[in-house]
């Protein structure tokens, strides 16, 4: 993309949202790339040295879940030291510029949070939460790394990450405000993600089809590049903050 049409879709872009009333932001692993976290499909991507069917899985938990929860160890250290870059905290002030803004976010680091964001749905769940696979009970637990096998301080039974595998449903609540909340919106950011997993990556073409303006930001193209009103190729970190 010439550096002229990057400025330009930029313009575009700043203009709406100056006129915006209501803004979603979905983001994926490219937003968080910039602060350190791997992404999963990108240069040296997570599930490259790792099949995800082998380990984010259901049927791979109940198989063997210590190599599962190892897998999950092995990020927190890698997640644990990491911060927010400038498009995090870019999102954290927008939000408090705008009336209606919703942050939709695949990524399971919290980095939006960390950064200020308070309207997140996060579709994928969080790393930083345990889940008891019996009761439901569900905690924070920072540790790092946690000690295996985790079990639950109510029932005993074991704890799961409280993230969505593949092949599992995500939440309905979450699923449905996010769904309410695209279709209602009159700007749309898809911001970092190569539009690979469902439900979230048909998220932005339902936004686009209620007639709002959708504008990805990635590094990369992706198969919604030629399909959203604007695509600009960069890096969210230094994109993202110029949008407002
Ligand atoms: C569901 C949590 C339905 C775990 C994740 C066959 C078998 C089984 C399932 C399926 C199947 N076919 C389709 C499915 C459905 C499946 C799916 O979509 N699979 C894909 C892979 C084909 N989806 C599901 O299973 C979902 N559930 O559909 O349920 C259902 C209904 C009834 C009954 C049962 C089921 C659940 C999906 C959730 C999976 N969990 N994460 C964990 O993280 O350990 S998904 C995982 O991928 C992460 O959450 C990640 O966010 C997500 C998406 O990836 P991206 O965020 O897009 O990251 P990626 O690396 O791909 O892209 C990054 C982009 O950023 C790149 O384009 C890169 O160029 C760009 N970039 C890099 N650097 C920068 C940058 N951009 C800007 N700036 C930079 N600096
Ligand atoms: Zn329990």
């Known amino acids: 993309m010439s550096q002229h049409s990057v400025e330009k879709s ?8 100056a006129e915006a ?26 599930w490259r040295q790792y099949r995800a069917t082998d380990l984010a899985t259901p049927e791979a938990f109940a198989r063997d879940p210590k190599l599962v929860w190892e897998f999950y160890n092995w990020r927190r250290e890698l997640l644990e030291p990491l911060r927010p870059n400038a498009a995090h905290l870019s ?28 309207n997140v749905l996060e579709l994928h769940g ?5 889940r008891c ?5 569900l905690t924070e637990d920072r540790r790092v790394p946690l000690p295996l096998l985790p079990t639950c301080e109510d029932c005993g039974a ?7 595998w593949f092949g599992e449903t995500l939440d309905p609540g979450i699923l449905d405000r996010a769904y309410e909340e695209v279709l209602r919106c009159e700007v749309m950011l898809v911001i970092g993600t190569s539009g690979t997993v469902q439900p ?8 686009g089809r209620n007639g709002a303006l959708v504008v990805e ?4 193209p992706t198969p919604y590049s030629d399909i959203y009103s604007v695509s600009i190729a960069g890096k969210a970190g230094e994109i993202v903050p110029q949008l407002f």
């Open 200 to 207: 979230a990556a048909s998220m932005g073409m339902l936004a």
């Open 10 to 17: 930029i313009c575009t872009v700043r203009d709406a949202l």
């Open 158 to 164: 074991l704890l799961r990450p409280h993230v969505v």
């Open 21 to 46: 009333k209501s803004v979603v932001v979905l983001s994926g692993a490219g937003i968080s790339a910039e602060s350190g976290v791997p992404t999963f499909r990108g240069q040296g991507g997570l």
């Open 126 to 130: 969080n790393i930083w939460k345990v």
């Open 217 to 220: 930001i990635n590094l990369e």
């Open 133 to 137: 696979t019996a009761c439901g009970r």
């Open 91 to 118: 999102l954290a002030k927008l939000e408090n510029r705008l009336s209606s803004f919703v942050l939709i976010t695949q990524n399971i680091d919290g980095l939006h949070q960390m950064a200020g964001s308070r």
